[in-house]
């Protein structure tokens, strides 16, 4: 077997590591150390449909984050036409359905048995496979929001990737979203040519369970992508018997077969440098917040309590509340009234996105940790915090009760006012604060990133 780790998402990431590109990153550095079959790591040429080998020095810069890979775009719009020209000609002809259209396109999306399945995006999606490209019609063209310009960049033609032909000695391995990075349709062409095992990552179905909290512009394209995520792979990782769960009911609704699934458990070990953030906080004088700006985490709620919270005496203590995490389009309107509002400014920083070093330092000397979030696959913070022996108060979300409610104050957002009682006993009670993280320290055993590529790749050898 040789092993093909594609590296996409973190080649387009120039940011600090959060959450999923974790998980990638974090893997990619383990691979060759605990796989023992060759390990070639790819990047997804989009224009041309197919997965490229990096040579060892660039994906080694990449994997640590100091090189940026631009380009493999797909190709212009105006590319289409031809293939456009063509699938309308085939859906047309009465003699066939439109599922045999496409499997002789060979771009057959399993599960598509009629034209009402074919959504605008996903007909782009099938043109685009059949360019050996991908993304919809309507994006072409525009950079990608994943890709910034601060960190040294490199062309994909100039990285020196070659083409990888791919047969059924090989294990493609996939830890990101594809529907972002990489297109599950063309993936699938390759696979019926090759014979290739696709192992892949579904870390949630938060996009279908809770569409009120997804970007517009993203809800179309969910459904498909999970039907395609789920008749592609041949193994799928998830993070928790709640996203099992979901994974299972959604294949039943939609006659999908049952898929081999295996459960990872995210690393919580950091780098031992802490490194303190330039802003005006003092060892045990904050609570922390770590998690993505996005509105399923639920800053809404958090700023309600802590306000409530300021207006008691605790507003005379030297208490702060600190966010860190990456910023997404949905910039809450809470982080707006929090640094506004005459109660809760100056007792509110928000970092954003922050290294590692930084981060380190704040679960450190954070006095606790909150996690109000709604919605959860598993909650790699909650696992940082965990392991740094602080107390962390979290909503009761299915994910977050199954993975720590052993370890960590679970309390339904509902129920606000037991959420100002107890962060507000955490910050007068010293004695209350130290039982409880003796508890933690104690009984919670942090899995490290070494111990979760023991688990993948030995079971992903297993399936080979």
């Known amino acids: 077997m040789q092993l093909v780790f594609d590296i996409s998402m973190i080649a387009g990431w120039d940011r600090a590591t959060v959450g999923i590109v974790r998980v990638e990153r974090e893997l990619a550095r383990r691979a060759r150390d605990f796989c023992s079959a060759e390990v070639v790591f790819s990047h997804f040429d989009r224009r041309h449909g197919r997965f490229l080998a990096l040579p060892n020095k660039i994906a080694n810069e990449v994997i640590e984050g100091h090189l940026t890979i631009t380009g493999g775009e797909p190709a212009p719009a105006g590319q289409h036409v031809a293939a456009l020209r063509r699938l309308v000609r085939l859906l047309r002809d009465p003699r066939g359905s439109t ?26 999606s099938y043109l685009n496979a059949l360019l050996g490209s991908e993304s919809s019609l309507r994006s072409a063209g525009k950079e990608s929001p994943w890709q910034h310009r601060e960190n040294r960049r490199i062309s994909l033609q100039r990285a020196g990737a070659m083409p990888l032909p791919l047969s059924a000695e090989h294990t493609v391995i996939s830890c990101a979203i594809d529907i972002l990075f990489k297109p599950l349709s063309a993936i699938y062409a390759l696979k019926r040519r090759g ?24 809800l179309p394209k ?18 928790s018997l709640y996203v099992e769960r979901d994974i299972a009911q959604f294949c039943i609704a939609n006659g999908i077969p ?11 070990d950091l780098p031992e440098r802490a490194t303190k953030p330039a802003i ?29 919270i300021r207006q008691t005496s605790l507003a005379q203590k030297p208490v702060k509340m600190v ?3 990456e910023t997404t389009g949905q910039m809450p309107e809470a982080i707006d009234l929090m640094t506004r509002d005459p109660v809760t400014a100056g007792s509110v920083t928000v970092l954003g996105n922050v290294p590692d070093g930084q981060l380190r330092w704040l679960y450190d000397n954070a006095r606790f940790c909150i996690h109000p979030s709604i919605a959860e696959g598993y909650g790699i913070p909650i696992g940082e915090a965990l392991a740094a022996g602080k107390v962390c108060v979290c909503s009761t979300a299915e994910a977050i009760v199954e993975q720590f409610g052993e370890y960590a104050p679970c309390i339904p957002v509902e129920k606000s006012d037991e959420w100002v009682s107890l962060l507000s006993a955490l910050l007068l009670d010293d004695s209350l604060l130290k039982s409880l993280e003796r508890k933690v ?24």
């Open 195 to 218: 014979k290739f095992k696709y192992v892949g990552f579904c870390h949630d179905l938060i996009p279908l369970r809770f569409p009120q909290f997804v970007p517009a512009d993203f």
């Open 280 to 308: 005006d906080i003092e060892p045990g004088g904050f609570i922390l917040y770590v998690s993505s700006l996005e509105r399923r985490k639920n800053h809404r709620f958090a700023y309600e309590v802590w306000r409530r």
């Open 258 to 268: 049952q898929i081999a699934m295996a459960r990872l458990r995210p690393g919580a």
């Open 441 to 464: 320290i104690d009984r919670y055993r942090a899995p490290s990133w070494d111990d979760c590529a023991r688990q993948v790749f030995g079971t992903v050898q297993q399936m080979a």
């Open 99 to 124: 599922a045999s259209v496409l499997d002789r396109l060979n771009i057959r999306a399993p599960g598509i048995a009629s034209a009402k399945s074919l959504t605008p995006d996903r007909v782009a």
């Open 222 to 239: 969910s459904q498909g992508y999970f039907s395609d995520l789920f008749w592609t792979t041949d193994l799928l990782f998830t993070s």
């Open 323 to 325: 966010l860190a995490g």
